[in-house]
């Protein structure tokens, strides 16, 4: 018998808790089992405390598949990309989609995000006020659309196209958290989501097409995306412009949203953590020569590769995920029925003592192999794993370091007294009220 989550109230079960503080709901699961119940009005979930049965459930994708009750109901814009995709087509979808992320494209995808971070930087000035989550949305929006695109879009599509990626990417969650029949209602909100998400697939459509016409690589991902064929069928065509277009929405909402998340805690983290912050300095001062990180300075970058790995600990952007059982299966000591809805969670792992040492504590230096012993591999678990782990995690590191050590180079940003700083559960694990003032430039 799985152990049920406690505080559950008649009709509603966890609800309250849940919508209260989820993520210390999450993190008081482990106390009760390895594998524990939880029940949102008629709806189950059995969520995974244990790092070997986390495992067990990223590995075994055809058991575990895509699935579960806010996915099922929230991910329908993103059609058949590598996010959604169930196993039955997963593995040719995956090595279509390899190419784009072969390490010999970096090099080029650095240089534009090294443009926009330039730019974005460069017109801060000593006193600003940022909102932090804004500023790095914006910022990693505008490379998602540049490294997918290069030069096919002119200056006023390219703002349009950011412009319905935010509106996209921002209602995602509100289409996963309401019923249907509301979600659907022509209310304001709906209305211009539903807009701006038409608007992006008939854009990213329309550039599909002009480049089926005119051939040729242009060095960004949506050429991979055209050119790639999978070696184990001769006859294999390639993606069809609708999966490109599901893939290309797909890796918006994965490449944007997320990394400025992750860029936004590192800062907070270490405006909280004067030493770590001083640290970095002195590396980004020695490392990176001009005023701006590039491509090259990025394998010299180590403590700023430790603190996004940190940042990506203790603050996951995808903070729980759940997938859908297709056949009656043994996890653990308990037999879970084909239906069964499970969840895993990284940030119940990255949260334990037991895993982590003093693992609420924002440690760059645990992730130095001279220093510390690594944590088990099942233990970090931020861009899951198993077939289906994150195919942009390297992606994700080369835009956050480069971002973190162009900022660190330019400025210095302090917290704004008296912002309460929390965590907020959307779509992603995002700060909320992170307001940050830019008081000086960075060191000489």
């Known amino acids: 018998m799985i152990a049920e989550a406690p505080k559950r109230i008649p009709l509603i079960g966890h609800a309250l808790p849940l919508l209260a503080d989820p993520l210390q709901f999450l993190t008081a699961l482990p106390e009760t089992g390895d594998l524990v119940r939880v029940r949102v009005g008629p709806v189950q979930v059995v969520v995974v405390c244990d790092p070997e049965l986390t495992r067990q459930v990223l590995v075994d994708d055809r058991t575990f598949d895509k699935g579960g009750p806010s996915f099922d109901s929230g991910l329908d814009d993103f059609g058949d990309g590598l996010a959604s995709v169930p196993h039955s087509r997963h593995r040719r979808r995956r090595r279509l989609a390899q190419p ?132 184990d069928d001769a006859a294999d065509q390639g993606l069809t412009d609708s999966e490109v277009v599901d893939e290309v929405l797909t890796f918006f909402a994965a490449g944007s949203e997320t990394i400025a998340g992750t860029i936004s805690w590192a800062l907070y983290l270490l405006a909280s953590n004067p030493e770590e912050y001083q640290r970095l300095r002195e590396e980004v001062d020695r490392v990176v020569a001009d005023d701006a990180a590039t491509f090259e300075d990025v394998p010299k970058l180590e403590f700023t590769n430790r603190v996004v790995t940190e940042a990506l600990r203790l603050y996951p952007p995808a903070w729980i995920v759940t997938r859908s059982v297709t056949a009656d299966t043994q996890l653990g000591a308990h037999t879970l029925p084909a239906g069964t809805f499970v969840a895993w969670s990284p940030y119940i792992l990255h949260r334990q003592d037991s895993l982590f040492e003093n693992a609420a504590r924002f440690v760059p230096d645990r992730w130095d192999d001279a220093l510390h012993e690594q944590p088990h591999r099942t233990s970090f678990i931020t861009f899951g794993g198993g077939a289906r782990k994150c195919i942009g995690d390297h992606f994700s590191y080369v835009e956050a370091t480069l971002a973190l050590a162009t900022i660190t180079k330019r400025w210095t940003l302090e917290l704004v007294d008296g912002e309460r700083v929390k965590p907020a559960p959307s779509t992603t694990l995002y700060p909320k009220n992170l307001r940050m003032r830019v008081v000086s430039g960075g060191p000489a």
Do not use: C
């Not at 080029?108 to 949305?137: C, F, P, Q």
């Not at 990213?204 to 002009?210: G, H, L, M, N, P």
């Open 100 to 231: 784009s992320f072969h390490r010999s494209r970096y090099e080029n995808y650095a240089r534009m995000m090294s443009g926009h971070i330039d730019t974005a930087t460069k017109g801060w000035r000593a006193g600003d006020v940022l909102d932090v989550r804004t500023e790095m949305t914006s910022l990693s929006m505008a490379i998602a659309v540049d490294t997918m695109f290069s030069s096919a879009l002119p200056a006023a599509r390219l703002r349009q196209a950011v412009d319905d990626l935010q509106t996209f990417v921002s209602g995602i969650h509100r289409t996963m958290v309401l019923p249907g029949p509301v979600a659907r209602l022509p209310l304001p909100a709906n209305v211009r989501y539903r807009a701006a998400v038409d608007r992006l697939r008939r854009t990213v459509r329309e550039i599909v097409a002009e480049r089926r016409a005119t051939g040729g690589d242009h060095n960004d991902l949506l050429s991979s995306l055209l050119l790639a064929r999978d070696g």
